[in-house]
């Protein structure tokens, strides 16, 4: 028994390592994530099984911008993770088209949209989102091979009135 345990224990002993740097990156620098659904179409094709890459580095800092893709825990089902289009930081103003009203966004929050409004469920719905729910920024394309890209910051035209230099 002790001989087999000698024979193991360096596999096992570099298994828990490598393990706990694997977690401890994941949780700290970058991740790679599924993005289902057609809410985001263009940026991410709903026909195609669609991986992402997600920045972590970010959010010691909440160092996201408008413009930005992030991954959050949804603030109606903390189960799953979602994928949206950051448009407002904490003290902007938004216009809702949909509602046809205009809307200060609270300090600790943020506004996300889905690219494709038409089927997505989003800050439209559930109003602003804390800051504190979001997981990374999402900065390349990395599955399917002939999609890789990096995924571009793009914003609304004429729904903003932005608080300050963020």
């Not at 977690?23 to 026909?47: E, I, L, R």
């Not at 996300?112 to 800050?123: F, I, Q, R, T, Y």
């Amino acid at each position: 028994m002790a001989r087999a345990w000698a024979a193991v224990r360096p596999y096992v002993k570099g298994g828990i390592t490598g393990g706990l740097f694997g977690v401890t990156f994941a949780d700290w620098c970058a991740s790679v994530a599924s993005v289902d659904g057609a809410s985001m179409y263009p940026t991410f094709d709903a026909q195609q099984a669609t991986r992402a890459l997600v920045s972590k580095r970010c959010l010691s800092r909440f160092d996201v911008s408008r413009g930005d893709v992030v991954l959050f825990r949804s603030p109606v089902n903390h189960r799953e993770l979602v994928v949206k289009r950051l448009i407002a930081l904490p003290g902007d103003w938004i216009q809702i088209p949909e509602k046809e009203e205009i809307r200060q966004i609270p300090q600790g929050h943020c506004w996300l949209e889905g690219d494709n409004a038409a089927v997505s469920l989003d800050s439209r719905l559930y109003g602003p989102v804390p800051l504190g729910l979001l997981q990374g920024r999402v900065t390349h394309v990395v599955w399917p091979p002939n999609r890789i890209s990096q995924v571009e910051r793009k914003m609304p035209e004429g729904r903003i009135m932005p608080k300050g230099p963020f």
